[in-house]
T-cell receptor, first 116, second 113 residues
Framework: NAGVTQTPKFQVLKTGQSMTLQCAQDMNHEYMSWYRQDPGMGLRLIHYSVGAGITDQGEVPNGYNVSRSTTEDFPLRLLSAAPSQTSVYFC???????????????FGPGTRLTVT | DQQVKQNSPSLSVQEGRISILNCDYTNSMFDYFLWYKKYPAEGPTFLISISSIKDKNEDGRFTVFLNKSAKHLSLHIVPSQPGDSAVYFCAASEETSGSRLTFGEGTQLTVNP
């Protein structure tokens, strides 16, 4: 049971390049999310998915696309990288607990992206 | 609009003493609150949570207190250990937002031996 895995761990891109950050989970969780972490700003939600075939925007979706064709995978695509997208990206998967609003979230180890 | 705020970027305590990390929120619809711990170069890991129907939840050395009227929660670590040194994030969710979490900025806790 690997939990949530992310690849690559590090990536350097030039402005305008595109790439896909990979995320996979083997816990059969319905819910998956992408966050970015910037200094002094905590984690901010980019996109999330409540199940295969269903995605929605989070707090900071501009410049990113996602798709969810299987329960296990939730890739994040940067369409045309910009220096403002330099950040650490975390993928998370979760399942619903019994209480209202309660979800147990598990995070991957992160991808550190630098855009020059 | 920062709905979850951790006003202290850093906190330093001595080993064996109590660490108190604070978090304030503005959204009265939040009904579940969590604390995550994060070590450098790792993803956040779940530490402890509390539902809005409770005012206290305890798990070993960690206790979370919720004051709904003040929209304030705190994490107490007793006794603090050097291995507790990490960034602690407060997070909140509401039932209508599904699995979406809103995070605070984080507090760097340093426990000195």
């Amino acid at each position: 049971n690997a939990g949530v895995t992310q690849t690559p761990k590090f990536q350097v891109l030039k402005t305008g390049q595109s790439m896909t950050l990979q995320c996979a989970q083997d816990m059969n969780h319905e819910y998956m999310s992408w966050y970015r972490q910037d200094p002094g700003m905590g984690l901010r939600l980019i996109h999330y998915s409540v199940g295969a075939g269903i995605t929605d925007q989070g707090e900071v979706p501009n410049g990113y696309n996602v798709s969810r064709s299987t329960t296990e995978d939730f890739p994040l695509r940067l369409l045309s990288a910009a220096p403002s997208q330099t950040s650490v990206y975390f993928c998370a998967s979760s399942y619903k607990l019994g209480l209202a609003g309660a979800y147990e979230q598990y995070f991957g180890p992160g991808t550190r992206l630098t855009v020059t | 609009d920062q709905q979850v705020k951790q006003n202290s970027p850093s906190l330093s305590v001595q080993e064996g003493r109590i660490s108190i990390l604070n978090c304030d929120y503005t959204n009265s619809m939040f009904d579940y609150f969590l604390w995550y711990k994060k070590y450098p170069a790792e993803g956040p890991t779940f530490l402890i949570s509390i539902s809005s129907i409770k005012d206290k939840n305890e798990d070993g050395r960690f206790t979370v207190f919720l004051n709904k009227s003040a929209k304030h929660l705190s994490l107490h670590i007793v006794p603090s250990q050097p291995g507790d040194s990490a960034v602690y994030f407060c997070a909140a969710s509401e039932e209508t937002s599904g699995s979406r979490l809103t995070f605070g900025e984080g507090t760097q806790l340093t426990v000195n031996p």
